[in-house]
């Protein structure tokens, strides 16, 4: 059993911590051996590490948003087949709520630069290949970053010429292949084996696509819900009356998915669609699921482009499907083009996923919580 490294100073806890982005999301990694190995003790640490409840996060590293309200633990896999379990723990602002029951694509591009900083990775090559699962519903990924070798030591590069929508200038790539999404929470990639179903919502029968490939979506038209899916975020935010229903569309659709009650839980994502505008495949608008996202999630994006590839679907009516057995799929969101990565068996099934990410190592350190929240040294 590993020991931690975590230790009090004065009445203090200094836990070690490096501050990531991972894609447009951003939050602490930490090792798992320098956590509570108690799950309810481990996730009161992190309200205190992240400054919640409190809509600034003013005592803590969160940043005011369910983007900025992540963090990561990782742990070498006892498995002989994966390198990294890498456990997402989805947090908010405003609540105690400490989630760790779905996937993060953008986060999990921080996992391999975080364990090659941390020494639980040892690079050998220019490119170095780890494979990671998810402990939040068993995703496996194949994870690529950038070691080149400099002064006989190789190092993680965060430069380069990667760009992607949502984070300013750019950056290395963090190429990601998903090697297993179908069903990640909800019981199948079609939790009712259907392309599209009528689910009645608050008097309303609304014609949606229920679909998870890495993340459990409720895909609708955005006329059905009388806006454009052009409108800006601000302007989305700004509806009550379109997140009220929304809400309630959700709390139904989860039930058809077989998720049950989702009324404290931040899926399924809420994902409207508008034919494109900018050269992509398909326009989104997503809320997660009480706030509208700037851009789109990785998975969220992911499971989009498969369900636009799928005859019969919301998405594929409304969208552009391409051609070929290998598409890049431009997912068009608020803040720019997500290009999804899609491979197609010859019966048109899709059969492998992924995506270009970027992550960059932000700060290194500790971070501090009350001793009363956690004393490593107590007995």
Not at 34 to 62: F, I
Not at 241 to 247: N, Q, Y
Not at 370 to 378: E, K, L, Q, S, V
Request: aromatic content about 4%; hydrophobic content about 40%; overall charge negative.
């Amino acid at each position: 059993m590993t020991t931690t490294t975590a230790r009090r100073v004065g009445d203090q806890t200094a836990i070690p911590m490096a501050l990531m982005r991972g894609g447009t999301s951003r939050g602490p990694m930490f090792l798992a051996s320098d956590l509570p190995s108690d799950v309810q003790q481990r996730d009161q640490v992190l309200l205190a590490v992240m400054g919640s409840p409190h809509p600034l996060q003013v005592d803590g590293v969160g940043g005011g948003h369910s983007l900025t309200s992540k963090a990561g633990i990782v742990a070498p896999s006892e498995r002989d087949d994966i390198d990294l379990d890498f456990t997402f723990v989805q947090l908010q602002p405003e609540a105690t709520t400490v989630q760790t029951t779905q996937n993060c694509g953008n986060m999990l591009a921080a996992v391999v630069p975080f364990a090659v900083e941390r020494g639980l990775i040892q690079p050998t090559q220019d490119v170095t290949d780890v494979v990671v699962r998810t402990t939040n519903t068993g995703l496996i990924s194949r994870i690529g970053v950038h070691t080149p070798a400099a002064h006989g030591q190789r190092y993680v590069q965060y430069s380069g010429d990667a760009e992607i929508a949502g984070v300013p200038g750019t950056a290395s790539p963090v190429n990601i292949r998903f090697l297993n999404t179908a069903g990640s929470i909800a019981p199948a990639l079609l939790p009712t084996g259907n392309q599209t179903d009528v689910v009645h919502a608050d008097g309303t029968d609304y014609t949606v696509t229920l679909i998870d490939n890495g993340q459990p979506l409720v895909i609708i038209n955005a006329q059905d819900l009388d806006v454009t899916g052009y409108e800006t975020v601000a302007e989305l935010t700004e509806n009550t009356e379109l997140k009220s229903r929304v809400e309630t569309l959700r709390l139904a659709a989860a039930q058809a998915m077989g998720l049950g009650d989702v009324t404290d839980e931040s899926y399924p994502k809420m994902t409207l669609v508008a034919p494109p505008k900018h050269g992509g495949a398909i326009t989104t608008r997503s809320f997660i699921p009480h706030r509208v996202h700037e851009s789109i999630g990785v998975l969220a994006a992911v499971t989009v482009a498969t369900a636009l590839l799928m005859d019969g679907t919301v998405a594929a009516h409304v969208g552009v499907p391409g051609t070929g057995t290998s598409q890049t799929v431009g997912i068009e969101h608020p803040s720019g083009i997500f290009e999804a990565l899609v491979d197609l068996d010859d019966d048109g099934a899709v059969v492998a996923s992924g995506n270009t990410r970027t992550a960059r190592l932000i700060s290194r350190g500790e971070v501090y919580v009350p001793t009363n929240i956690w004393d490593p040294g107590a007995a």
